[in-house]
Structure formats: structure tokens, C-alpha cells
Nanobody, 117 residues
Framework: VQLQASGGGLVQAGGYLRLSCAASGGSIVNYAMNWYRQAPGKRRDLVATISSGGGTNYADSVKGRFTISRDNAQNTIYLQMNSLKPDDTAVYFC????????????WGQGTQVTVSS
């Protein structure tokens, strides 16, 4: 599975962005999909998860501001980010894990989000 993230950019605090992650080489329909982010000098953290059934979970830091969604027909997931803060500045990665027992992680290439104050 190949994941291609897009939609990052430079935005002022309080603004919004919508990230997309298009999958190819395999269907996402039966799999949970995730967005992670990594700020300079920090670890990569889980931001949001959407299950195969559409259930969602969010990091406390983005609850109420970010929304993850999926379009299985387009084999794509999204991250709508509203009320952006400078602390949201990071490279954002989409991710999925395949397999049971022996698992394989697939990562997109990352898209830079920069929020200016």
C-alpha cells in the first residue's frame, strides 16, 4: 500500500487546513487509518484515528478542532483542522497497519503544516 499525503501549508493562527491522504495499491475499506504528527526535535505522536466502521478517536490536544474522515470509494482519508494554533506546527503523516500477528506499518511521506502566530 502506498500513501500520499497532501494539503499542508502555511496558515495564520485561527485558520484552517484540510489534509488528504490517498491510498493506492490496496483498499482502505477494511482498515483503520491514522494521522500522526512530528514537530522538530519531538517524537511522532498519534493525532487521530478512524476505524473501518467510521469510529473516531483524537488526541486531547486536538479534540473539538480536528476531524478525521474517510471516503472508501475514493480510497482517501482526510483531516480537517480548524482553529489552528502555533503548537500544531509539524509534519503530518498518514498511517495504516496491516496484518495480524506479524504486522506491517505503512506511512505516507508527510506534509508540512506551519501555523504562524
Amino acid at each position: 500500500v502506498q500513501l500520499q499525503a497532501s494539503g499542508g501549508g502555511l496558515v495564520q493562527a485561527g485558520g484552517y487546513l484540510r489534509l488528504s491522504c490517498a491510498a493506492s495499491g490496496g483498499s482502505i475499506v477494511n482498515y483503520a487509518m491514522n494521522w500522526y504528527r512530528q514537530a522538530p526535535g519531538k517524537r511522532r505522536d498519534l493525532v487521530a484515528t478512524i476505524s473501518s466502521g467510521g469510529g473516531t478517536n483524537y488526541a486531547d490536544s486536538v479534540k473539538g478542532r480536528f476531524t478525521i474522515s474517510r471516503d472508501n470509494a475514493q480510497n482517501t482519508i482526510y483531516l480537517q483542522m480548524n482553529s489552528l494554533k502555533p503548537d500544531d506546527t509539524a509534519v503530518y503523516f498518514c498511517h495504516t497497519r496491516r496484518g495480524a500477528g506479524f504486522t506491517v506499518d505503512y506511512w505516507g511521506q508527510g506534509t508540512q503544516v506551519t501555523v504562524s502566530s
